[in-house]
């Protein structure tokens, strides 16, 4: 069955940055879009950014815009989230998620995203 792996997470100083990379293990999302979300506790799953399945329509939280770009060499995995100018509100547990296939769109909605990866912790310190 296919799994969404992500990796890339670690501790960056504040103004720092990481890429993550999310991967398609045992099979594929094909003409899926791909999302990534963030979560901290004790609060909801938050979008971040996205990608449609061609890579070339993406969609950013406010909160991200012009400091992080989602990325995926045309229609297939891995999709990277590039994160620029990290600010310690951006620590928070990170997860992949791609649409069910057929919706090739970029969604800014967690309810249209069927398969979710295990997630990787982002820690950005001031």
């Known amino acids: 069955q296919a799994q969404l792996v992500e990796s890339g997470g670690g501790l960056v100083q504040a103004g720092g940055s990481l890429r993550l990379t999310c991967a398609a293990s045992?099979?594929?999302?094909?003409?899926?879009?791909t999302g990534w979300f963030r979560q901290t506790p004790g609060k909801e799953r938050e979008f971040v950014a996205s990608?449609?399945?061609?890579?070339?329509?993406?969609a950013y939280a406010d909160s991200v815009k012009g400091r992080f770009t989602i990325s995926r060499d045309n229609d297939r995995y891995p999709v990277y989230l590039q994160m620029n100018s990290l600010k310690p509100e951006d620590t928070a547990v990170y997860y992949c998620?791609?649409?069910?296939?057929?919706?090739?769109?970029?969604?800014?909605?967690?309810?249209?995203?069927?398969?979710w990866g295990q997630g990787t912790q982002v820690t950005v310190s001031s």
């Open positions: 990608i449609g399945w061609s890579g070339s329509v993406t």
């Open positions: 998620a791609a649409r069910r296939a057929g919706y090739i769109s970029s969604s800014a909605r967690r309810s249209d995203y069927e398969s």
């Open positions: 045992g099979g594929t999302f094909s003409w899926a879009g």
